[in-house]
């Protein structure tokens, strides 16, 4: 076995490191070397394995740097804890992130597909990540509650983000419902008794892409 400190350092050599420690740096979040390896370790798995399971439509690790992990990373000011669900985790994402982020937050991911519940098994397996559980199901199926944050990345409209997270939310739960440019249609159709409460427009270092982040909450 390496010395210790070896596998960070070395890790930290990877040529995405200074990308990485940049962005976080402009993102305002502090994450020691440790937690930006490991960040660096679940993007290689990431395009590992996306060659032959076609997990993402982004395919070069450059742009997976900002459109999954900083897009993912910029939510970590606005999660309220300590439980915490992933729908529609897809790749892990925003859960892993955050998870590596968060240590003193758990984390469910939960997805449909059992082919993306592979790689986030395998991913939390090599990552050492004791704070996350990975679930294979369907969010209407799912029988769990008192989550204090759901968060929903590219799950569905907003009103089905609400249907099935009402009966796993904590009462005074809340929804993070991340989103492209701002979805005045789906608002509209947000479904009693949820409302929207706050708009974030997130800065997502070097996405040219608008990314909105709204709260909700049920009366």
Same mark, same amino acid.
């Given at each position: 076995?390496?010395?210790?400190g070896l596998?960070?350092? @070395?890790?930290?050599? %990877? ?12 993102? *305002?979040l ?7 390896a490991q ?7 990431? /395009?590992?394995?996306?060659r032959?399971?076609?997990?993402? /439509?982004?395919?070069k ?5 900002v459109? %999954? ?5 910029? $939510? %970590? ?14 790749? *892990? ?11 003193? %937050?758990?984390?469910?991911l939960?997805?449909s ?6 790689? &986030? ?6 990552l050492?990540?004791?704070? @996350?559980?990975?679930?294979q199901?369907? @969010? ?32 005074? *739960? $809340? ?5 492209? @440019?701002y ?16 708009? &974030? ?10 990314r909105?982040?709204?709260? $909700?909450?049920?009366?």
């Amino acid at each position: 076995m390496p010395p210790p400190g070896l596998k960070d350092s @070395v890790a930290l050599a %990877h040529p995405l490191a200074a990308g990485l420690a940049e962005g976080l740096e402009k993102m *305002g979040l502090e994450l020691g070397e440790a937690v930006q390896a490991q960040l660096l370790a679940y993007l290689d798995l990431l /395009a590992k394995w996306n060659r032959s399971y076609n997990l993402t /439509a982004v395919r070069k690790p450059e742009q997976m740097l900002v459109r %999954h992990l900083f897009d993912s990373l910029a $939510i %970590h000011p606005f999660l309220r804890g300590p439980q915490i669900l992933d729908v529609g985790s897809g790749a *892990g994402l925003p859960g892993i992130p955050l998870a590596l982020a968060c240590s003193g %937050h758990d984390f469910t991911l939960l997805d449909s597909n059992s082919k993306k519940t592979r790689f &986030i098994t395998q991913a939390v397996a090599e990552l050492g990540l004791d704070n @996350v559980t990975v679930v294979q199901s369907r @969010v209407e199926a799912y029988e769990a509650a008192g989550f204090d944050t759901i968060v929903s990345r590219a799950f569905s409209t907003l009103a089905e983000f609400a249907h099935g997270a009402q009966p796993l939310l904590a009462a005074d *739960g $809340i929804l993070l419902a991340m989103k492209g @440019v701002y979805p005045d249609t789906e608002l509209a159709e947000l479904p009693a008794p949820f409302r929207r409460v706050q708009t &974030i427009q997130l800065q997502v270092p070097d996405l040219d892409a608008e990314r909105h982040l709204l709260i $909700i909450q049920r009366d």
